[in-house]
């Protein structure tokens, strides 16, 4: 049963153009959403991360936003580069609980 | 910075081997975890750790044993090594008094498993 789900394995965008990145959970109970990005050969860094709270948080060229009535967050990266190609991972949590991790999704920035 | 570190970047061992995959922090972290990565299945929990001396399973831990007898060290054991445990193990660490719910990560281990 996947409590966070990344429904695109993969992406492609160009250099310069915005790269959304999607992801859905199900367990109402997450008050806390973050994003990883992780490059071939290294573990996971922490991008960005949203309170429940909220709707939208900004952090330079990222933006997450969260729609808790649809369960639905997204990642906003504009303008993309070609640093950016990368896997991103969405995760969720509850209270003092381990991240819920989803599978993943593999952004391609094309120059 | 906060630094988690993991004893070997790559390491191949032969089936039935008990293999030991270590993970130090650096940051005085009360919370250590253990994932494996799989291509198509993201992050998986294999085991967590609260406290010293203290464990819990995650969503995979069926063949992995855990050990945590120094605040900084989370061991993870494969008792007899499978094949199917061929993957890229990931350590991570976190606390609940820091940046809320971040969790810092090692750079991993590639396991081989022939």
């Known amino acids: 049963d996947q409590q966070v789900k990344q429904n695109s394995p993969s992406l492609s965008v160009q250099e310069g153009r915005i790269s959304i990145l999607n992801c859905d959970y199900t367990?109402?109970?997450?008050?806390?959403f973050l994003w990883y990005k992780k490059y071939p050969a290294e573990g996971p860094t922490f991008l960005i991360s949203i309170s429940s709270i909220k709707d939208k948080n900004e952090d330079g060229r990222f933006t997450v936003f969260l729609n808790k009535s649809a369960k639905h967050l997204s990642l906003h990266i504009v303008p993309s580069q070609p640093g950016d190609s990368a896997v991103y991972f969405c995760a969720a949590v509850s209270g003092n609980t381990p991240l819920v991790f989803g599978k993943g999704t593999r952004l391609s920035v094309i120059a | 910075d906060v630094k988690v570190t993991q004893s070997s970047r790559y390491l191949v061992k032969r089936t039935g081997e008990k293999v030991f995959l270590e993970c130090v922090q650096d940051m005085d972290h009360e919370n250590m975890f253990w994932y494996r990565q799989d291509p198509g299945l993201g992050l998986r929990l294999i085991y967590f750790s609260y406290d010293v001396k203290m464990k819990e399973k995650g969503d995979i831990p069926e063949g992995y044993s855990v050990s945590r007898e120094k605040k900084e060290r989370f061991s993870l054991i494969l008792e007899s090594a499978s094949t199917n445990q061929t993957s890229m193990y990931l350590c991570a660490s976190s606390t609940p008094s820091g940046r809320v719910y971040e969790q810092y990560f090692g750079p991993g281990t590639r396991l081989t498993v022939t």
């Open positions: 367990n109402s109970m997450f008050d806390y």
